[in-house]
T-cell receptor
Framework: QKEVEQDPGPLSVPEGAIVSLNCTYS??????FMWYRQYSRKGPELLMY????GNKEDGRFTAQVDKSSKYISLFIRDSQPSDSATYLC????????FGAGTTVTVRA | DTGVSQNPRHKITKRGQNVTFRCDPI?????LYWYRQTLGQGPEFLTY????????KSRLLSDRFSAERPKGSFSTLEIQRTEQGDSAMYLC?????????????FGQGTRLTVV
């Protein structure tokens, strides 16, 4: 079993919809939880990170962490075609452990 | 450009050949990471350096792989006797002192194809 599980999708939504992404993990030692966005043939780009449990909001993006359930989520409000990308969750001890990534397409 | 720079961007090699990739981290970043990403998967950790010291190596890093960061600046990743299974995107990331991987910035990657 992988340390981090993420539904690979793909996920297709109409413009303006809410995109909901999630990951589960098994390592209780993880304390920082990240979301990366990766466009085709590019390196991952950090969107936001959260320490421990709770919510964090940054513009149209909201990250949630529930350490008791070992479950994290990313919500994208008012999605735009430019949000079409692969979204990777990641968690860290001394290194980053990534999920497989969810490919999202926002249809105009 | 002040981001993480990786060269070459693409490399096609024949099975059995040796290849070397270079990563130039962001200036003043003391930590440098190498990851490998195959199609449809997230990046997998290979190794990381703090300054010139290689502090951790993944079991994925077989004895055909070697990484160096001789002066604590740029790093190289060499693969000897390449195999088709080595075909992947090799990503480098760096992070500033005191932040660890939470604030790691990734380069654009080197895409390796072994034929």
């Amino acid at each position: 079993q992988k340390e981090v599980e993420q539904d690979p999708g793909p996920l297709s939504v109409p413009e303006g919809a809410i995109v909901s992404l999630n990951c589960t993990y098994s390592n209780s030692a993880f304390q920082y939880f990240m979301w990366y966005r990766q466009y085709s043939r590019k390196g991952p780009e950090l969107l936001m990170y959260t320490y421990s449990s709770g919510n964090k909001e940054d513009g149209r993006f909201t990250a949630q962490v529930d350490k008791s359930s070992k479950y994290i989520s990313l919500f994208i409000r008012d999605s735009q075609p430019s949000d079409s990308a692969t979204y990777l969750c990641a968690m860290n001890d001394y290194k980053l452990s990534f999920g497989a990534g969810t490919t999202v397409t926002v249809r105009a | 450009d002040t981001g993480v720079s990786q060269n070459p961007r693409h490399k096609i090699t024949k099975r059995g050949q040796n290849v070397t990739f270079r990563c130039d981290p962001i200036s003043e970043h003391n930590r440098l990471y190498w990851y490998r990403q195959t199609l449809g998967q997230g990046p997998e950790f290979l190794t990381y350096f703090q300054n010139e010291a290689q502090l951790e190596k993944s079991r994925l890093l077989s004895d055909r792989f070697s990484a160096e960061r001789p002066k604590g600046s740029f790093s190289t990743l060499e693969i000897q006797r390449t195999e088709q299974g080595d075909s992947a995107m090799y990503l480098c990331a760096s992070s500033p002192p005191g932040t660890g991987p939470t604030e790691a910035f990734f380069g654009q990657g080197t895409r390796l194809t072994v034929v």
